[in-house]
């Protein structure tokens, strides 16, 4: 099939459509399937049958046939479109050379070009089918889950899927099919309220401060013991803290001493050292995190409940004491 042999009638292929030539001259003139109609040059044209093609419903009719019998015959072969069109449908009409096309573009049975077209062996056909048919069962999965998605009605499956969706609404990524699929903007607040929407997460659920990338987590550290050391003793006055009742980690109160103030602070530097794995930690997250759900704290909580004051029936700290002047003016400090 070459291409001297287009002609008035000829049935090409322009891109991937169809087309019939109109007239031949410095420039082909060829009509497509809607009328349009184009002047275009030789090698922008592949031919595909001489003609005469007589219209479109003809050629797009489509017929008959089965290629299994042909790409049988033709493994180790090589053939045109004009030999696959008569193997497969029986006949080389303009119909059966554009289905025989199809047939090369669907890329299962047959591989090559107008001129040199291949079978394709058993091993790739049944991984390209195999393949295939696995796009179309996720599809079909995928379909199913937005539906359930947008009922509210999740499978416990669905949690694994929802996890790109998360990712959005924690700052960590900014694309989710999920979310595209569903025309939502891929945003953190849209991923946030499909996922309330959905139930997958519960309306408490708080999504900040992972947004703002805050550790989440309280240091698991081995705690060292407290050292021995010299202290002076003031368990003999009594100390006031000003946190409230349910209060966990107080780590501050004072004492009165006739006219002598004491300000008691909770001693963490007995077990956190200078660049010990506590200090990084402690540095690493710079305070306790109050969240309404829940507090993180920047020390391991075994060392609250070791140097909190009050928490231990004897507790390390820092004291600093001191009078007041007549005027307020801060005498007589001493630290211990």
Do not use: C
Not at 222 to 244: Q, V
Not at 288 to 312: F, H, I, K, W
Request: zero cysteines; proline letters at 6%; charged letters at 30%.
């Amino acid at each position: 099939m070459s291409e001297n042999k287009i002609q008035t009638g000829s049935l090409v292929l322009y891109k991937i459509r169809p087309a019939i030539v109109e007239s031949v001259g410095e420039k082909y003139e060829i009509r497509f399937e809607d009328g349009r109609v184009k002047r275009v040059r030789q090698k922008d044209i592949r031919l595909l049958h001489p003609g005469p093609a007589r219209g479109f419903d003809e050629v797009l009719e489509g017929p008959e046939g089965d290629p299994r019998e042909a790409w049988e015959l033709l493994q180790g072969e090589s053939v045109s479109l004009a030999e696959l069109a008569e193997l497969v449908y029986g006949d080389y009409t303009p119909a059966a050379a554009w289905a025989a096309w199809q047939l090369l573009q669907e890329d299962l049975w047959f591989e090559g070009s107008v001129n040199a077209i291949r079978a394709r062996d058993a091993e790739t056909v049944a991984r390209i089918r195999e393949e295939r048919e696995r796009k179309v069962r996720e599809a079909e999965e995928q379909a199913a889950f937005l539906e359930r998605l947008q009922r509210g009605e999740l499978a416990e499956e669905d949690r694994q899927r929802l996890q790109e969706v998360e990712r959005v609404a924690l700052g960590r990524s900014n694309r989710s099919r999920i979310l595209a699929s569903l025309d939502l903007a891929e945003t953190p607040e849209a991923a946030h309220a499909l996922l309330l929407r959905s139930g997958h997460w519960p309306e408490e659920h708080n999504p900040w401060p992972e947004r703002q990338g805050a550790l989440l987590e309280s240091p698991d550290l081995p705690l060292p013991s407290l050292p021995e050391e010299e202290r002076r003793d003031l368990t003999h006055l009594e100390a006031w803290a000003i946190d409230d009742e349910g209060n966990t980690d107080p780590d501050d109160a004072i004492s009165l001493e006739g006219d002598r103030i004491w300000v008691h602070v909770a001693d963490v530097a007995a077990l956190v050292r200078p660049d010990s794995h506590l200090d990084l930690a402690a540095r690493e997250r710079s305070a306790n995190l109050y969240l309404p759900e829940r507090t993180v704290s920047m020390l391991p909580p075994a060392l609250t409940d070791e140097l909190g004051l009050g928490l231990q029936e004897i507790s390390p700290a820092l004291s600093f004491g001191f009078r007041l002047g007549a005027e307020g003016t801060v005498e007589e400090v001493e630290i211990t």
